[in-house]
């Protein structure tokens, strides 16, 4: 067997550690006008197959599940998620509400994500707060929005995690830019 030097891929050990920091960063796209949020959206893939009971059991299954959202003030992605979840709930019927930033970050810290902050959404079972599945990180369209919904909502009722989370792998992470930190004292 011949190696080529240019086809070397360098050992797992010698490999430069990438930090979670890093990683984090990767995984979200700050956004600060209505034109970046409709620029990295455009680049997000839209779900385009659906199962033949996707909308019966949406709808069927609507007074079981409560969708819930972290939010901000002024979080452009915020708003943009919560404008979708609405029309959500007005084609479902499912209840969505918001959650807290502290209960939001246990959460985030409980499920393991990669990535604390706003917004995330989040379905769980009207009787049950302590169980849960993320739908959305950041903001997304509004078929895979519903995609996720019908997934976590299949994902509650026993059907296996894996193949749950694997078709919700692609969450878009878009968050909104905040503002610089004061080096000033006074606004601090």
Not at 55 to 68: C, D, G, K, P
Not at 91 to 116: D, F, I, K
């Amino acid at each position: 067997m011949v190696i080529l030097p240019w086809l070397a891929v360098p050992v797992i050990g010698d490999a430069q550690q990438i930090s979670r920091e890093a990683a984090m960063r990767a995984a979200v796209h700050p956004v600060s006008t209505p034109a970046d949020l409709r620029l990295w959206l455009s680049r997000v893939p839209v779900t385009r197959d659906f199962p033949p009971d996707f909308q019966t059991m949406l709808r069927s299954q609507a007074s079981l599940y409560v969708i819930e959202i972290s939010t901000a003030p002024d979080c452009l992605p915020c708003g943009d998620l919560w404008t979708k979840l609405q029309a959500f709930r007005a084609q479902y019927g499912w209840q969505v509400r918001t959650v807290g930033a502290q209960e939001a970050m246990l959460r985030s810290g409980r499920l393991g994500l990669p990535w604390v902050g706003n917004p995330v959404a989040w379905v769980r079972p009207v009787t049950d707060p302590n169980r849960m599945v993320p739908i959305a990180i950041g903001t997304d369209h509004e078929v895979n929005i519903a995609r996720n919904a019908w997934l976590a909502a299949r994902m509650l009722t026993g059907a296996r995690a894996a193949v749950g989370v694997r078709a919700m792998s692609k969450f878009t992470g878009i968050v909104g830019v905040r503002a610089p930190a004061s080096s000033s004292p006074k606004g601090r």
